[in-house]
């Protein structure tokens, strides 16, 4: 039987966990096969089903009773935490087209019109008192962004307010509220989701977007051997929002990880801090994250399977894998 693998998805509305598993691993397999790992890839897809576990938490974020702005954005402190989300993301972006080598020609001078239109608004939603006012600013901010490429056109983000959805799930998470019946907030539901998946054993984790901080956040309180963490596409960095939130602080590779490799697309507008060991302490052992920068095709490169069919983030995996394998049979 292969070694564990734990997946851990990031944001996003509700989805069909098999399915989901199954595009993930099949990505993966595509990834190691062309890292000259072939007999992996045959077994990942063979024992997929009883090695590899997707850690699911899309459902925690539906809230049945909510209605308007707390449907989307959340209560409470999470409201402000997306407004200063949505400036930190415009903030990069236009930095981003500022430093672009691009020639500065009408369709330049369009998105710097686009763009500082979506920065005065996005400045002006984090300053916003109240969840309807952040709701129907951040909305603004989604309508202008949609103008532009990658946004534009991005099947899942069909309208400003799944996108807005969407990306309030971080600031949800990192609100540390939303708590149940039994008074367990929505972050460590989540986190229990991944601990949940990873059980008692040994298991090699793959995060995407929001799920590298449940991933970092769980493992930190996980007593069994990592022997890699791969984080993609992860927003840990960004230094506004989420890295002052993390816990525990300061930020810090999880005393059981054992490597940890973090891929970034230069295309990624989640990724806008990619070099996370500029930001993350090593743990006792000296283990901290290194940072690989891959390129995908296409308008959306935020994609899980996007990253995973890489053969610089699938050839670590393989060989994770098989030398799991060969210390648990010795």
């Not at 070694?3 to 944001?11: D, K």
């Not at 990834?31 to 045959?42: F, I, Q, V």
């Not at 399977?305 to 098989?322: D, F, H, R």
């Amino acid at each position: 039987m292969m070694p564990r693998l734990v997946f851990v998805h990031g944001i996003g509305g509700l989805r069909d966990t098999g399915r989901e598993l199954a595009e993930w691993t099949d990505a993966l397999a595509r990834g190691m096969r062309d890292a000259g790992h072939p007999e992996r890839a045959a077994r990942l897809n063979a024992e997929g089903a009883g090695g590899v576990s997707l850690a699911y938490y899309a459902d925690l974020f539906v809230q049945p009773e909510a209605q308007g702005a707390g449907e989307v954005a959340g209560e409470g402190a999470a409201e402000q935490i997306l407004a200063d989300l949505l400036v930190e993301l415009v903030a990069a972006l236009g930095s981003e087209h500022s430093g672009s080598t691009a020639p500065r020609d009408g369709a330049w001078q369009r998105r710097e019109r686009i763009l500082a239109h979506a920065s005065a608004e996005a400045e002006t939603a984090g300053q916003a008192q109240g969840g309807m006012s952040v709701l129907r600013r951040a909305l603004n901010v989604a309508t202008t962004l949609m103008a532009l490429k990658p946004w534009r056109g991005v099947a899942h983000w069909a309208t400003p307010k799944l996108m807005v959805r969407d990306l309030a799930q971080v600031s949800r998470y990192l609100a540390r509220g939303e708590s149940d019946a039994s008074g367990v907030t929505l972050d460590a539901r989540i986190r229990r989701r991944l601990h949940e998946a990873l059980g008692d054993e040994p298991a090699v984790v793959v995060a995407h977007s929001l799920g590298t901080v449940v991933a970092l956040e769980a493992l930190h309180g996980h007593p069994e051997r990592v022997p890699l963490l791969v984080t993609l596409g992860s927003p840990l960095s960004m230094r506004t929002v989420v890295r002052p939130r993390l816990l525990p602080q300061p930020p810090s590779t999880p005393g059981t990880v054992e490597r940890w490799l973090n891929f970034w697309d230069k295309d990624d507008i989640i990724a806008v801090r990619p070099h996370l060991e500029r930001d993350i302490v090593p743990n006792a052992s000296g283990v901290g994250p290194r940072s690989r920068r891959t390129d995908a095709d296409g308008v959306w490169v935020h994609s899980a399977g996007k990253y995973l069919a890489q053969a610089a983030v699938a050839g670590p995996v393989a060989q994770a894998l098989a030398s799991a394998e060969r210390r648990t049979a010795s």
